[in-house]
């Protein structure tokens, strides 16, 4: 007789079936044709025309999903629009009402709606079941909060309108609540687009919304492919796109929107790290890669497909994930024993077995389990490949499957580098027994989320979202929020420097000149140079513009700076070092040059009233509010915390503000000095290097301001300054892949060319496009300013033993 322990080690796992029969009985009586939602009401599509939805386990037909047309469009946003006021003023405690209704509801159905999430989508029950669908219910509960505190906490916000929502096939219920809940928190309603491949649950979501009474029109589902989400994006009555997907589509959604004014998200691909230091439990760390690299089949953004080992434990790591590997199971997602389920379609799996075969060919050594993968459906093996080089294709590009590359460290500076040796910045996963180097390590990689010892953490309360080209704004969380608001229109106050012939002001202000015989003192003739790395340097074109005064007298030159002058101070701005510096030590030297500005106020004053024809009560107002500008953001810098997050986990989730990195700011026309005072100090504070370009009306204040930075203490490289034709310095900021972030305060056609240029990198963009700002008012600085200025970055750091 065998042993109990031999039994334990011989016997096999039997099936263990969810039951899908109420999914089923779902579709059968909804389908199977499924149209799209609008208005509160179920709707044909107006091309008829239909599409099929199947089970990517076997490969079963599961019904037909509308395809949606830019009529269905216009019928959804026009819904979306007639509804959104009443929404909007219902107020935050009637939408709180409604988003726990949803939150109920969800939790009455999940058994529901996670087995149609399986059917559909093709991951493991277990996932959809126990991870899915209690972060949906989660998302929608914690919005229902935000809807009830936002008369409170967002006082000076308003809801943007309509919002356009396009959200992928690999969670395709939890997007849709990233996506939902903060947009009807916050008093907007939405058109979505759910991924062709996996509609089913956004319908029976649909459903929902039509149980609990929803508002027609707040919620819209119209589903199709490409086009409709096109359509969505190029609609001119949306005012919000949010689109989570591929880098690729992001950039052609940057450069779709591009000077319409829309406000967007964007979440996109990633290729994260998994750095595991020598200290690091390794047992640990193989369940860590199982969660980073196999859930949901690979098929996640944030996927840690990147493990990065020291090398001293990376053999003994590659042979304990070979073991767990061979024990891994793979089949019909709807066991409840299944570890690994389906890929979501044949053009997937195709992408995935073209890449491994790339990687092959460029010399690295796959390694799959001895197991052998379901033959009906489309699915593909847990895949292992050393011996790779950090610059393969396999370890630089998005494989979006099961396969994960291992490489090699020394010291954490290289695994520093290594993990920053990428396009993206989605996500990183940090396995060390050490809290010190474990938070400095975090500190330096560039990614919206950082987890230590854990991964592939999720929750409402925390925002998630990229650097660099994996996309910009965040959901969840209080940034999550922001991304759905606006900041309340202030009424424009005039300033100095609007035509002075038309003005009692400029008229008094000159009579004490006219009454002497004189005009106001002229300007010394000078040619300024531009300020680049610190010091002052001649322009690459040997070439200069004259600057008038108001009265169209020549006033001084200054240098007409090109695209070489350009790349180079962005280049002093990369070298700078800014961001390494303590908060503190910003505050300073802010403060210093307030300080020293003010002690050459008079020379200032005097310039502003030869250049702007202002008078010397205006002159002194734009100089003190220029001041007391560069004390608050001197007060700011060691001021703009972060927070420590309420994820309903054991664990510190730490939201640290970071600078964007080197930015491009090109300043407002006027006020002369307040407006480059307003936009350029404000990344400064905390801790990004500015290329300025100098209003191109008034530029001699910004280069008379090149004094006061040279005695400031100001590190070389912080502030660099161009002067010249906008339309030919900003093309080159806004397309400079070095360029993280730019700010335009100029036309609706600068500003477009702006957002289109920025999607080359898909850098962060803040315009005005036009639109008037009191530069005197309190909506000229503070928090807004400080919010385009930064990125979050979410460290997860578990406790307890």
């Given amino acids: 007789m065998p042993k109990i322990a031999e039994l334990f080690e011989t016997m096999e796992y039997g099936p263990a079936p969810e039951a899908a029969d109420e999914a089923r009985a779902w579709i059968s009586e909804r389908g199977p044709r499924f149209r799209h939602y609008i208005g509160g009401a179920w709707c044909e599509p107006a091309d008829g025309e239909f599409f099929a939805t199947l089970d990517p386990s076997n490969e079963e037909r599961l019904g037909e999903i509308a395809q949606g047309s ?4 216009d ?99 939890l997007m849709l609540a990233w996506k939902i809940a903060p947009a009807l928190a916050t008093g907007n309603t939405v058109v979505l687009k759910p991924a062709e491949f996996t509609s089913l649950t956004a319908l029976r979501f649909a459903e929902l919304c039509h149980e609990i009474d929803l508002p027609p029109g707040v919620v819209n589902i119209v589903t199709g492919d490409g086009r409709t989400g096109a359509a969505i994006v190029e609609h001119p009555d949306v005012d919000k796109v949010a689109f989570t997907g591929s880098t690729e589509v992001g950039r052609i959604i940057r450069e779709a929107t591009a000077g319409t004014g829309k406000k967007i998200s964007l979440e996109l691909g990633g290729k994260s790290p998994f750095l595991v230091f020598d200290d690091a439990d390794l047992d640990s760390v193989v369940e860590g890669v199982v969660d980073a690299i196999w859930f949901n089949q690979g ?91 950090p610059a393969a294709k396999i370890a630089q590009v998005e494989i979006f499957g099961p396969v994960v590359v291992q490489m090699t460290f020394r010291t ?19 396995w060390t027994e050490n809290v010190n180097l474990a938070l400095d390590i ?84 000078r ?43 962005v280049e002093a701005a990369l070298a700078s070092g800014w961001g390494r510096t303590t908060a503190h030590l910003r505050a300073q030297i802010l403060y210093y040059l307030g300080e020293n500005l003010d002690a050459r106020r008079v020379a ?44 309903p986990f054991r664990n510190v989730t730490l939201a640290m503000p970071e600078p964007l990195g080197v930015m491009a700011v090109a300043c407002p026309p006027e006020p002369a000095l307040l407006g480059f005072i307003s936009t350029v100090i404000p990344p400064v504070s905390l801790g990004n290097s500015v290329v300025a370009v100098a ?90 300013f400080l919010r385009h200025a930064s990125q979050i970055k979410n460290i997860w750091v578990p406790y307890g033993e």
């Avoid at 790591?317 to 024990?327: G, Q, S």
């Avoid at 954490?412 to 940090?430: D, F, H, K, M, Q």
């Avoid at 660099?720 to 030919?728: A, F, K, P, Q, S």
């Avoid at 335009?744 to 056609?749: I, K, L, V």
């Fill in 70 to 73: 830019g009529g269905d469009v």
């Fill in 75 to 173: 019928r959804a946003v026009a819904a979306a629009r007639a509804a959104q006021r009443a929404w909007g003023e219902l107020g935050g405690h009637g939408r709180a009402r409604y988003l726990y209704a949803i939150a109920r509801h969800l939790q009455k159905h999940s058994r529901l709606f996670a087995t149609l999430e399986t059917l559909d989508n093709g991951k493991p029950i277990r996932e959809s079941r126990d991870i899915d669908i209690p972060l949906v219910a989660r998302h929608f509960y914690h919005h229902a909060g935000w809807a009830q505190l936002m008369d409170a906490e967002l006082a000076d916000c308003e809801p943007l309108g309509v919002a356009g929502q396009i959200i992928p096939w690999n969670f395709p219920l």
């Fill in 299 to 389: 098929q996640v953004c944030c996927a840690g497909s990147r493990i990065l080992a020291h090398e001293g434990i990376a053999d003994a790591l590659a042979d304990r994930l070979r073991a767990r590997m061979e024990t891994l199971r793979m089949g019909a997602p709807l066991d409840k024993g299944v570890d690994i389920g389906a890929i979501i379609a044949p053009v997937q799996l195709q992408k995935i077995e073209s890449l491994v075969e790339e990687g092959r060919g460029e010399g690295a050594t796959i390694w799959q389990p001895s197991w052998s993968v379901p033959r009906d459906g489309w699915f593909y093996p847990p895949t292992l490949c050393t011996d790779v080089s």
């Fill in 412 to 430: 954490p500076a290289e695994a520093i580098a290594l993990a920053n040796n990428t396009r993206y910045g989605l996500a990183a996963s940090v």
């Fill in 442 to 525: 975090a500190s330096q990689i560039k990614a919206g989320t950082v987890w230590i010892n854990c991964t592939n953490v999720f929750d409402a309360a925390s925002g998630f979202g990229g650097y660099r080209e994996s996309g910009f704004g965040r959901e969840g969380g209080r940034e999550g929020l922001r991304e759905y608001v606006r900041q309340r229109p202030e009424p424009v106050e005039s300033g100095p420097g609007e035509d002075p012939a038309s003005s009692e002001d400029g008229a008094e202000g000159n009579s004490e000149h006219e009454a002497a015989g004189r005009a106001p003192p002229a300007a010394v003739d």
């Fill in 527 to 569: 040619t300024a140079k531009l300020f680049i790395g610190g010091r002052q340097t001649r322009p690459d074109g040997g070439y200069s513009l004259n600057v008038l005064d108001h009265r169209g007298r020549a006033a001084g030159e200054v240098a007409r700076g090109n695209r070489k002058d350009a790349r180079n101070a």
């Fill in 604 to 647: 200032f004053e005097e310039r502003l009233r030869a250049l702007t024809g202002c008078d010397a009560q205006a002159a002194r107002r734009e100089v003190e509010a220029s001041v007391r500008r560069l004390f608050s953001y001197a007060a700011w810098a060691d001021k703009w915390d972060g927070a420590v997050h309420r994820t």
């Fill in 695 to 784: 209003s191109e009306r008034w530029p001699l204040l910004a280069t008379d301001f090149q004094q006061v930075i040279e005695t400031s203490d100001v590190p070389a490289g912080v502030i660099n300054i161009l002067t010249g034709l906008e339309e030919e310095l900003r093309p080159t900021l806004a397309g400079h892949d070095a360029v993280d972030g730019m700010w335009y305060f100029g036309t609706p056609d600068g500003a477009a060319d702006v957002e289109r240029r920025s999607a080359s990198n898909l850098k962060r963009t803040w315009v005005s496009g036009g639109r008037g700002r009191d530069w005197f008012g309190a909506g000229a600085e503070g928090r807004e």
